[in-house]
């Protein structure tokens, strides 16, 4: 979970498709790229 927002660089997606990597603060993070479908599924619903 991200606690605190601050300015993210260079995300990218694995060429698998499964994972999405980004960088803030200096550090890497990683999720599943699923999140991204879902996010996308809750946008699609809350415009309908």
């Known amino acids: 979970m991200i606690d605190?927002?601050?300015a993210g660089?260079?995300?990218m997606i694995s060429?698998?498709?499964r994972y999405l990597f980004?960088?803030?603060g200096g550090d890497i993070y990683?999720?599943?790229?699923?999140?991204i479908a879902e996010?996308?599924?809750d946008i699609l619903?809350?415009?309908n």
């Open 4 to 6: 605190k927002i601050s």
């Open 15 to 17: 060429p698998d498709g």
């Open 39 to 41: 996010l996308q599924e």
């Open 9 to 11: 660089r260079f995300a």
């Open 22 to 24: 980004y960088s803030t």
């Open 30 to 35: 990683w999720i599943g790229a699923k999140i």
């Open 45 to 47: 619903l809350q415009n």
